[in-house]
Nanobody, 122 residues
Framework: QVRLVESGGGFVQPGGSLRLSCVRS????????MGWYRQVQNKERELVAS???????DSAEFVKGRFTISMDNAKTTVTLQLNHLKPEETDVYYC????????????????WGQGTTVAVPQ
C-alpha cells in the first residue's frame, strides 16, 4: 500500500523557519508532481508550492522568495523549506503526490498526507 508520511511542523516565532518533509512508502510506476497545500479551518486547501521530477516548480505568490520546494533523487520525498514565517501562515499543511501506477494497465492517483500543523503566534 502506498502512503505518505509528513513531518516537520511545529511552533515557531514570527520570522522563524521550519522544514516540512513528506516521504512516500510503497512502490509506484512514476511520479507526476509533488506539492504542499495549506488549509485554514473551514476554507479550501490552497496551493503553496509544487514540483515535477524534472524540477519545474509552481508556487503561490505569497510564498515567493521565502519558501523553497525540493524533491529527492529517489522521487519519494518532497521537502518544503519555510522561512520568514508570519502569524497568518498558521495552518495545517498537507503533502500531495500525483503518482502513476501499473496494475495490468496504467492509472494515476493523487495521494494526500495526514497534515502537519505550522503555528506562528502573533
Amino acid at each position: 500500500q502506498v502512503r505518505l508520511v509528513e513531518s516537520g511542523g511545529g511552533f515557531v516565532q514570527p520570522g522563524g523557519s521550519l522544514r516540512l518533509s513528506c516521504v512516500r512508502s510503497g512502490s509506484v510506476y512514476s511520479v507526476k508532481r509533488m506539492g504542499w497545500y495549506r488549509q485554514v479551518q473551514n476554507k479550501e486547501r490552497e496551493l503553496v508550492a509544487s514540483i515535477t521530477p524534472r524540477g519545474d516548480t509552481d508556487s503561490a505568490e505569497f510564498v515567493k522568495g521565502r519558501f523553497t520546494i525540493s524533491m529527492d533523487n529517489a522521487k519519494t520525498t518532497v521537502t518544503l523549506q519555510l522561512n520568514h514565517l508570519k502569524p497568518e501562515e498558521t495552518d495545517v499543511y498537507y503533502c500531495r503526490q500525483e503518482i502513476q501506477y501499473y496494475k495490468g494497465s496504467y492509472g494515476y492517483v493523487e495521494l494526500w498526507g495526514q497534515g502537519t500543523t505550522v503555528a506562528v503566534p502573533q
